[in-house]
């Protein structure tokens, strides 16, 4: 995912933007660039690079210092390789307008067909700049800006964050938002449009959730939000619940190192005011839904996923209510079976994991009720579920996730309790031990962390493993899976995970000399 920042008001756009895409770096990128503006008037100032931040800093000199507003991008490659042509900020033809994208345009084919019709030439082979070149035509009819992008919105198909800005209105950025976070930064004096908090929690804690469809237009005193028939509409604001030194690393050589040891803190936020003094289940999130439910589907892709298929044995053994758990990407290319007595619950870190919202969507249109379990409050995935539990497990930077598992399977297991409890399919004593169970889980992962050192000595034998193979039973089993992923994704090995009961079916014709089990 893209990281996109605008900002505009009184310090230096430069020195801002440049901070602000520092912040997310950690998102991964293959290449960067920024789009300033100047005096009303003024010919945009457009920098981008391949390669690392650093490279595009290097283009950079103290002339830029004094713009208005401005705009960044950090990159994946999508459409066209990692160029510095293809890199972001785009540019209309006439050198007016900017603009950053993440997402995917699905029909830029044909409004590049159109718009090279239109006498336009284009420079990159993005989806990206057909969105610049649209949004000039409109601009140079209306003279609005947000005007320009509700008319380009309208005819563009697929998902993005849109950004833009114009040497005309130089104070001024426009943004909007289909199935792609984008948040507003509210300031004093200033303002900001992010994909990602972490961009300015460093200057304002206040924000604002866009709501889908919904195009923003700021400037350094104002903030102004409409739909796409240009119908004034407020936005939910919100109230950012960590600081800025949660997301650094704090002396620790990685983020993932860093949110494995805040494990024990994230469990404990997760079950804080969950419990009474009298040993009940405090879940007001559940008991704001219908609970006449016999069915409970769980939706999630990754590592969310795999804590899903842990949360389904709580689920099961306690509420006694049939659980499945489904792959979200595989989930919505079915016309699965759901009632009004399905819950479906989705879990995604972010609350913007696409697969994830298009199967919550698909339930919702099918009658089910839908909770999410959350950890970024404003996300669409919360927004447009019935209810949202959020795991409030603060900000997880590393690729791989960590401490977002672990609470995700304890928010689960708050909820397979609440469940028991509301159907009496547990007896008191029964609740209360698990309470008691639960509360204790902060410490126990505490003392594991504190005897890491042997781990350590354990994976040496591993190293030069040409194949790995986790196995496990019962919670085991997603834990194996879980493993797998784990190793492919940082260590870059191969390795597959598999129910123990299922080796000799199998998976034993895999091992062999240079094979590894767990």
């Known amino acids: 995912m893209c990281g996109i920042i605008g900002y505009t008001g ?59 507003s401005g705009i960044g991008h950090t990159r994946w490659a999508t459409h066209g390789g990692p160029t510095d042509e293809n890199a972001h900020p785009h540019i209309s033809s006439d050198g007016k307008v900017a603009v950053i994208h993440n997402g995917i345009i699905e029909n830029y084919l044909e409004l590049k067909a159109e718009l090279e019709k239109r006498g336009h030439k284009f420079s990159s082979q993005t989806d990206t700049e057909s969105v610049a070149h649209l949004l000039s035509d409109e601009f140079n009819l209306s003279k609005d800006l947000a005007d320009a992008m509700r008319k380009v919105c309208k005819r563009l198909r697929g998902s993005f964050t849109l950004l833009a800005i114009s040497s005309d209105s130089p104070e001024v950025i426009v943004g909007a938002r289909r199935n792609s976070p984008l948040v507003v930064g509210l300031g004093k004096g200033e303002n900001f449009l992010a994909s990602d908090v972490s961009a300015f929690i460093a200057h304002t804690k206040s924000a604002l959730e866009l ?38 690393r704090g002396g620790y050589t ?23 003094d009298d040993s009940k289940v405090i879940c007001s999130e559940l008991a704001s839904l219908n609970l006449d439910i016999d069915r409970i589907l769980i ?28 792959l979200a990407s595989e989930f919505r290319y079915r016309k699965p079976f759901l009632t009004a007595k399905t819950l479906v619950i989705t879990i995604s870190q972010s609350g913007e994991t696409m697969d994830t919202l298009m199967a919550a969507r698909h339930a919702r249109e099918l009658g089910a009720t839908t909770l999410s379990i959350c950890n970024t409050m404003g996300s669409s995935i919360a927004r447009e579920s019935d209810a949202v539990f959020y795991t409030h497990a603060g900000p997880e930077i590393a690729v791989a996730s960590t401490k977002a598992l672990l609470t995700q399977i304890v928010a689960l297991k708050v909820i397979a309790l609440y469940l028991a ?12 031990k698990l309470i008691t169970e639960l509360l204790a889980l902060p410490n126990r992962v505490e003392e594991i962390l504190e005897t890491v050192e042997p781990l350590r000595e354990m994976t040496r034998g591993f190293k030069d493993a040409t194949s790995v193979l986790f196995l496990g039973r019962n919670v085991g089993y997603p834990a194996a899976l879980e493993g ?19 080796l000799k079916h199998g998976p034993i014709a895999l091992i062999e000399e240079g094979s590894a089990v767990i």
Request: aromatic content about 6%; some cysteine.
């Open 211 to 248: 709501g889908q469809d919904q195009v923003v237009q700021v400037s350094p005193e104002s903030v102004l939000v409409t739909d796409l028939d240009g119908k004034q509409v407020s936005a939910k604001p919100f109230e950012i619940t960590w600081d800025a030194k949660a997301a650094e």
């Open 484 to 502: 797998a992923l784990k190793l492919k994704e940082l260590a870059y090995m191969h390795a597959e995970g598999f129910a123990g009961g299922e």
């Open 421 to 432: 409890q509301n159907n009496k399919s547990l007896s008191d004593s029964q609740v209360a």
């Open 299 to 326: 939706l999630a892709c990754g590592t969310a996923y795999h804590a899903g298929l842990i949360g389904k044995y709580a689920l099961e053994q306690w509420a006694k209510i049939a659980v499945d758990v489904d």
């Open 10 to 68: 009184g310090s230096p756009a430069l020195s801002m933007v440049i901070e602000s895409l520092r912040k997310l770096e950690y998102r991964g990128y293959d290449s960067a660039g920024i789009a300033l503006t100047g005096k009303a008037g003024e010919k945009l100032i457009v920098a981008k690079r391949a390669g690392k931040l650093s490279n595009l800093e290097s283009t950079l000199t103290s002339d830029h210092a004094d713009s208005l």
């Open 254 to 276: 990685h983020f993932m190192l860093k949110e494995i040891f805040e494990q024990p803190k994230a469990i404990s936020e997760t079950l804080l005011g969950r419990f009474s």
